[in-house]
């Protein structure tokens, strides 16, 4: 059963047809509106009205005609909704609206090699050359200077490879005489001679393992690697490996080449319709929740999907005190916090996904727009928002319990302000025989937003 809440609306409706009722409830100018997933708490109402209040001003600003945001935070989990889709088949966004996610794909490419290494299949330090083979059976020659490059520096981004080919770069392998390289894989075709080419032309600029140097066209690699050595296509090792086990049912490669109402169209940054669905992976927020779900370990998985996860969240390289990367993960440290993130950038379409599992807490955020704020923007202001309303619904508990007459030391004549008041409201138990006073009474939001928070508040 689906809960959708709309940002005009304080009553929260209930139907047994979540599709049906998702497209019943939504106007023309698609406000928006929240959806908590199935079996799961939903978010607090006072974090779900702040939130689309942001999701709204995040439009206007980009000029991107809509945005789907998945969000959890200690159990409590929403999809966040808003506009349309744009195109000739224009229909408000729902859970199930698909969208690229550009550059967020390479944390799924990541997984896939983690999977095989949780096997025993490789190492993450064995040269990437050996699992590079293109369709005319062109291997990278073992004298090449990138023979010296392994998986490692590929999935740290720290292998030297440019982000893709400069024009004398792509002149030199026939890189116009084939197929774009993602588009092959995409396609689950072999990797074109030209890519082969390129990489037995290639000397790097500096010592591979020793810098950060972002790069597309390395993860391209990490990619066809993994496909090579499960001996599988890239779709049906993606769909083995990680959608499958998940339960993402719309994530993949070319699911939006037709145009549907489930997909989303991509604008420029001064709203525009971008002219064609861009190559790589699709996704929903509802499946970008199942997918935060499972990297924060809330999903119970396998042993070898937990162990590939667990194994591309480690760091491997170290660029500065508060930047680290995992397998394709940003890891960014502040004291004791951590952030995992990753942000995406296509034709028209923004995308951006963080974690916090040291709070366990996690948020995907979808658009097709291309205009700034970037998304990781609306993100973390997410993450942000959740934590600052969490704990002032806390300090309202605690706020009703002073205006009671509780306090703190008061415990022997029962009004001990913890003891007395807001420990048995947080356990929704009776009161100790000795409390000298009745509870406040608290709306059950409140403390079902402080749990999420603090869940031993007042312990």
Not at 149 to 168: E, K
Not at 321 to 334: K, L, P, R, T, Y
Request: net charge neutral; proline share 8%; charged share 15%.
């Amino acid at each position: 059963m689906w809960i959708v809440v709309l940002a005009a609306a304080l009553p929260i409706f209930v139907a047994t047809m979540a599709c049906l009722f998702v497209g019943l409830s939504v106007s023309v100018d698609a406000p928006a509106q929240e959806v908590a997933a199935p079996g799961a708490g939903a978010c607090s109402a006072p974090f779900v009205t702040k939130a689309n209040a942001k999701l709204e001003s995040y439009l206007a600003t980009t000029k991107a005609s809509g945005v789907a945001v998945a969000f959890f935070d200690n159990g409590h989990t929403c999809v966040l909704v808003s506009g349309v889709t744009g195109g000739r088949t224009s229909s408000p966004v729902t859970p199930k609206t698909a969208f690229a996610m550009g550059s967020v794909q390479k944390v799924f490419h990541a997984t896939l090699l983690a999977y095989e290494i949780a096997q025993g299949k490789v190492r993450i330090d064995d040269p990437a050359a050996k699992y590079l083979v293109a369709v005319n059976g062109n291997k990278v020659s073992p004298g090449s200077a990138f023979s010296r490059i392994t998986l490692r520096n590929l999935a740290t981004h720290t292998s030297s490879l440019p982000r893709g080919p400069d024009a004398q770069q792509a002149k030199a392998a026939g890189w116009g005489r084939y197929p774009d390289p993602g588009w092959t894989l995409y396609h689950d075709q072999p990797m074109p001679p030209s890519l082969t080419a390129f990489l037995n032309a290639y000397q790097p600029p500096y010592p591979p393992g020793t810098r950060y140097s972002y790069s597309n066209i390395g993860f391209i690699l990490v990619a066809y690697s993994a496909a090579t050595l499960a001996d599988k296509p890239y779709s049906k090792l993606l769909s083995e490996a990680v959608t499958g086990p998940i339960g993402m049912t719309r994530t993949g490669p070319a699911i939006c080449d037709t145009p549907s109402p489930l997909c989303a169209q991509g604008h420029n940054p001064a709203g525009q319709a971008a002219a064609a669905p861009p190559a790589g992976l699709w996704s929903t927020a509802e499946d970008m929740l199942r997918f935060i779900e499972a990297n924060l370990g809330v999903l119970k998985l396998s042993d070898l999907p937990t162990r590939a996860i667990t194994i591309a969240h480690q760091e491997l390289f170290r660029e500065n005190e508060n930047h680290a990367v995992g397998m394709a993960w940003e890891e960014w440290h502040s004291g004791d916090a951590l952030l995992l993130s990753k942000d995406g950038l296509v034709t028209g379409f923004a995308a951006w996904m963080g974690l916090e599992p040291n709070r366990h807490r996690g948020v995907a955020v979808l658009s097709n727009g291309t205009g700034k704020p970037a998304p990781a923007s609306l993100g973390q202001e997410l993450l942000a928002l959740s934590e600052t309303t969490y704990s002032e619904m806390c300090d309202q508990i605690a706020a009703a319990c002073e205006q009671a007459g509780f306090a703190y030391g008061q415990q022997k004549s029962g009004r001990g302000l913890e003891v007395d008041c807001i420990w048995p409201i947080m356990q929704g138990a009776p009161q100790p025989p000795q409390a000298g006073r009745p509870l406040p009474h608290i709306d059950p939001q409140v403390v079902t937003a402080c749990k999420a928070s603090n869940p031993n508040f007042g312990h």
